[in-house]
């Protein structure tokens, strides 16, 4: 029976992407911020106001899959080697996921892209 090691590493070498910008969850994340980006960009340029709608949709949606995403990693993860590189980075996702949902609330700053953007660090940079 092999160890959990090499079932780890085989996972990686054969293309385990949960969780990789291309994955289900990452294409299906992308679509759904992306989308809220751009209704907000569009009511904007119209002179529009959406009353809220997208941030509480933004919420509802990715908001919510960022923190179940966080809750599953803080249990299911392993510790691992990092190098002071990575260790910042690591706390400046974690200190953008807190920022990006309170900016929506900002007005004229919450037209940009802080969904799409917050959807892309989590997945390329957040824990896995």
């Known amino acids: ?3 959990d090691s090499t079932i ?3 996972g990686e070498e054969s293309g385990g992407n949960s969780g990789s910008l291309f994955s289900p969850e990452g294409i299906m994340m992308l679509l759904i911020s992306g989308f809220l980006d751009l209704v907000g960009l569009v009511l904007l340029c119209f002179a ?5 709608v997208t941030d509480i949709l933004g919420y509802a949606s990715v908001g919510l899959w960022m923190l179940i995403r966080s809750i599953m990693a803080g249990e299911i993860t392993k510790p691992q080697k990092k190098t002071a590189n990575v260790e910042k980075l690591v706390k400046w996702t974690k200190r953008f996921k807190i920022f990006a949902p309170i900016a929506e609330l900002i007005p004229y700053l919450g037209a940009l892209p802080w969904w799409t953007i917050a959807v892309y660090m989590e997945l390329k940079y957040g824990e896995k």
């Open 1 to 3: 029976m092999p160890d």
């Open 8 to 10: 780890e590493e085989a």
């Open 48 to 52: 529009l106001d959406d009353f809220g």
